[in-house]
């Protein structure tokens, strides 16, 4: 009888698995998402580091990951069907590729390796003469996005955030693995 009682543990130690697995990947995503979210706005709000408009854009995936993290370590505590939460973590790693490769052109943007958008890169142009209303745009300010404003180690935020979405991929690809292992 003791035996059938330790297969039987061993059945439910290894169906409780693919979740734990699925579970911690999402919630890892969700916390990161707002640590890197968290550090965004302290750079913006405290040390007033304005961010352009490729820095924001950045933010969106990282705004998405928090709700998507946490439905799927939900999901898997209420152990969801494996392949509904290897769906998720699909979302979550294309996602994070997208932003990884967003941020690798805004590094791109800001080592001049080519050309940014228009509206937040190239030359300012003289809007003093033509009066009025524009003098009024004289006083506001352009955050250029290619212009770094913060660099540590060589590398930007936008740099720092390659790798970031980068291991966040990574992390989403290992546990699609684990769970396709199961």
Known sequence: MSADLIDHRDTLSETGRPERIAGGVGL???????AALGLAWFSQLVLELAPCKLCLEQRYAYYLDI????????????????GLLAAGLVVLGLMALGNAGLAAYHAGVEWRFW???????????D???AGGLLAQLDTVKVVRCDEVQWRFLGLSFAG???????????????????????
């Open 28 to 34: 890892t995503v969700a916390v990161v998402a707002v």
């Open 67 to 82: 709700p998507l993290g946490l439905l799927i370590a939900f999901a898997a505590w209420r152990r969801a069907p494996v």
């Open 127 to 129: 809007l003093s003469k």
């Open 160 to 182: 720092y955030n390659v790798l970031a979405s980068l291991a966040l991929a990574a992390l989403c690809g290992w546990g699609l693995v684990r769970l396709k292992r199961r």
């Open 115 to 125: 050309a940014g958008p228009s509206d937040c890169s190239g030359p300012i142009l």
